[in-house]
Every structure is written in structure tokens, then in C-alpha cells.
């Protein structure tokens, strides 16, 4: 996270407000999140920082801080410099991979976070048990069984996110997992996140039993993102299938897929797989510290790419929704124009 970048402060501004209609079909999720709209902010390393996640929640959706690689010291920092530009709930999304996964749910309690989001792996029971102490704990499910898994752990709510997301992504389609797991996990509120852009989709996974959205790649050009002029042209510029998953170097060696725009970057992230499996082969790395080290290029190529603007090596995660993405515009912007393609898909249905 780069704290020296800061756009102008985010002043709380009127939220777009749903009709009674759409309000009572994602009731349940805001009710969850304590916001007049559903729409969770997907965490983007680097991206998700305080600026974007205050605007979003400013604008009455859900902000959600990226903590990423960051040091307990500086989530504690990120998490304070957030609460003085909202005062709407946000989240802290965690990565469970982190080493010190329990240092920063620490962090979280003594910030007094009302919603924790473990991501990137099967959370340990002990992180989810600290969390809910204090917090509202969001897991991700990217399969029926490991979403009653998460339920039975503890899990307040989860997210199932399909494989047209932007960042690290599983195998199966958003709407394929919809299908599956929303007629089935019924004790929490799901909400489903991968390549929705607009009102419309947004509303056809209401329908279908969803408490709302995430969204992540339709903010990246928010006014409010500190993401660099570079990043944020790629983004405008891109296609739907310019966003493509990194291929597997080794298949003795899984590594999850990262969705992203094609660049020389993606070249580099192949020789780096190589480097690692040969150093896992040597028996220099387990597999953890294999994926660590896999994940630290990732959060090396990111900054890259949107602090520094090298989009030629850095790293351009992005949802298919990317195409969806053809401007500049102030947070509020996006979310009024998202509930009125909501309202508008929902008036065709009379």
C-alpha cells in the first residue's frame, strides 16, 4: 500500500437510494453490511486503500480495505487514516497466506472492524474464531462443499467468485456457481462476485437468491483510486478478452491462476514459476514458502503497474468486466449508474 499517494479527501456525499423494490431484494445484504447498497467493494492490492474505500462507502456501498503483504503497523495506520474520511462501515480483507494472519485480526479488534474478509485459501479455524469475537467474519467459497465448510467454521456470510474475476481465480464461471450454491447455502448471506459490471447482472443474481454483489475491476477508474494515469488508460482501453488467466508452468507445482491484461509482465511471471519450482525441486523451498514467493512477485509486479504506472512489466489484474469500463468518473457516478440499470431491469420485468 502506498500511503504517500493522496488524491483529494473524500467528503461523505449522498448515496443513490433504491427504490422499495430493489431495496427488498437485497435487504438481507444490507442489513449484513450496515449500508444502503449491497455492492461490496472488491480488495485490490494497492488499489483498495483508503481513498476508494471511503468513497465507496461514502457513496453507500461497502468499502473493503486490501491489506495484502502490509505489516500489522501498517494495516493499523491504513485502517486509522480510513476511519477519519468515513464514518459509513467498511471491511479489512485478510490474506490467509499472511504469516502473520493472527497479528492482523489483532489489529482489526483493536480498530474495532466490524467486518473481516479472509481470502486467498481456506481460512485457519483460529483466525476465524479471533474474528468473530469482535467482527462479522466473509469467507470465499469457490465450491458448494467448501461453502458449508466455511458456514460450519463460522463464516458469517461468504462469496462465491467465478473465474471471470479479476486477480487469483478458480475454474468455474460466476453463473455456474450461482447455480450450484445459492439454492443450497441458505444460513448465511452469499454474495457473488466475477465479471459483473452492470445493473442488470447485479439484479439477476438478487433473483436468484443472492444478498448482493462484489465488484472490483468496474472501480479501478473511480475518480477516487489512487491508481496511476497509465493504469487506469489500460483499463479504458481494454477489451473483455484482453483479460486473460496466467498459464500453469509446471503441473506438479498448482499454482492458482491470476487473471489479468497481457503484457510483457506475464512473460516475466512465467520465468519466476520456473525459478521457484526449480528451487522447490531442490528441496530449497516447501510449499508454502514456494507460494509465498509467488505471491510477493505479484505484489511486487502490482505496485509496478499502479503506483508507478509501468504497464508494460507490471502486473494489470483485471476482470472480464474490464470492457465495461470506458471512463474516469467519480465513485458516486458508477453506483448511480449501477441502480439505474438495476431499476431499469427490474421496471421490464412488469
Given amino acids: ?3 504517500a499517494v493522496a488524491p483529494s479527501e473524500n467528503k461523505p456525499t449522498a448515496s443513490p437510494v433504491p427504490s422499495p423494490r430493489l431495496a427488498a431484494l437485497w435487504k438481507r445484504g444490507t442489513d449484513f453490511f450496515g449500508c444502503p447498497l449491497a455492492i461490496m467493494a472488491g480488495a485490490m492490492t494497492w488499489v483498495s486503500e483508503r481513498n476508494l474505500v471511503a468513497a465507496i462507502s461514502n457513496a453507500g456501498g461497502f468499502g473493503v480495505l486490501a491489506c495484502g503483504s502490509m505489516t500489522p503497523q501498517l494495516l493499523d495506520a491504513e485502517i486509522k487514516a480510513t476511519q477519519t474520511l468515513t464514518k459509513k462501515p467498511f471491511g479489512v480483507n485478510l490474506i490467509t497466506m499472511h504469516p502473520q494472519l493472527l497479528e492482523l485480526v489483532a489489529v482489526c479488534a483493536a480498530n474495532n472492524v466490524s467486518h473481516v ?4 485459501g481456506i481460512p485457519p479455524t483460529e483466525a476465524i474464531k479471533q474474528a468473530k469475537a469482535f467482527a462479522k467474519v466473509i469467507c470465499f ?6 461453502a458449508k465448510r466455511m458456514v460450519k467454521n463460522g463464516a458469517d456470510a461468504i462469496v462465491i467468485e467465478g473465474a471471470e474475476a479479476g486477480g487469483h481465480i478458480g475454474p468455474v464461471s460466476t453463473s455456474v456457481l450461482a ?5 443450497v447455502v441458505r444460513d448465511v448471506p452469499v454474495f457473488v462476485a466475477g465479471g459483473i459490471g452492470r445493473g442488470e447482472a447485479v439484479v439477476s443474481y438478487l433473483e436468484m437468491g443472492a444478498a448482493g454483489v462484489q465488484m472490483g475491476t468496474r472501480f479501478v477508474c473511480a475518480t477516487e483510486s489512487i491508481a496511476h494515469p497509465n493504469f487506469k488508460k489500460a483499463f479504458i482501453r481494454a477489451n473483455a478478452r484482453d483479460a486473460m488467466p496466467s498459464v500453469q508452468f509446471d503441473k506438479r507445482f498448482p499454482v492458482i491462476p491470476v487473471r489479468a491484461l497481457q503484457n510483457d509482465g506475464t512473460e516475466e511471471f512465467m520465468e519466476t514459476q520456473r525459478r521457484v519450482v526449480e528451487k522447490f525441486t531442490r528441496g530449497e523451498l516447501d510449499m508454502t514458502a514456494a507460494q509465498l514467493e509467488i505471491e510477493h512477485f505479484w505484489a511486487g509486479a502490482l505496485r509496478r503497474a499502479v503506483i508507478d504506472g509501468d504497464v508494460e512489466r507490471g502486473s494489470l489484474m483485471a476482470g472480464q468486466s474490464v470492457g465495461m469500463v470506458t471512463r474516469e468518473e467519480p465513485v458516486t457516478s458508477i453506483m448511480a449508474e449501477l441502480i439505474q440499470q438495476a431499476e431499469a ?4 420485468r412488469n
Fill in 141 to 146: 467459497a469457490p465450491a458448494v462443499v467448501l
Fill in 117 to 120: 474478509v479472509l481470502a486467498g
Fill in 179 to 183: 447455480q450450484e450454491i445459492l439454492p
Fill in 1 to 3: 500500500m502506498n500511503n
Fill in 345 to 348: 431491469a427490474l421496471t421490464a
